[in-house]
Nanobody, 127 residues
Framework: QVELVESGGDLVQAGGSLRLSCVGS????????VGWFRQAPGKEREFVAG????????DLASSVFGRFMVSRDNDRNIVYLQMNSLRAEDTAVYYC????????????????????WGQGTQVTVSS
């Protein structure tokens, strides 16, 4: 069992930055890839970024490439999403999720591959 809690969402002006945190509980958190997804009103949940279990592999959606970075600190059970140069279209509820399989080398983009989800944190970017 893994529990995830996101934080760091806020209202920010376009061009600004935010850092989201995903704190995981459970002994297996350090062995599981974590993905960040977002969902805007009326839209499908979409993959944003992800990092594999040891931080050796990460992936970013093309819409955020060059602006967002994902990292993790397994000693503290935290995964971060650093978001820079924010745009109005980044406005959404952001969720972190834990892979259903441990020690996967790659990051998957399909929500169904993630078993545990946090409650989400709201990011609003004003233009």
């Amino acid at each position: 069992q893994v529990e995830l809690v996101e934080s760091g969402g806020d209202l920010v002006q376009a061009g600004g930055s935010l850092r989201l945190s995903c704190v995981g509980s459970g002994r297996t958190f350090g062995s599981i890839a974590v993905g960040w997804f977002r969902q805007a009103p009326g839209k499908e949940r979409e993959f944003v970024a992800g990092i594999n279990w040891n931080g050796g592999n990460s992936d970013l959606a093309s819409s955020v490439f060059g602006r967002f970075m994902v990292s993790r600190d397994n000693d503290r059970n935290i995964v971060y999403l650093q978001m820079n140069s924010l745009r109005a279209e980044d406005t959404a509820v952001y969720y972190c999720a834990a892979d259903r399989r441990a020690f996967r080398a790659v990051v998957l983009r399909t929500p169904s591959e993630y078993l545990y989800w946090g409650q989400g944190t709201q990011v609003t970017v004003s233009s």
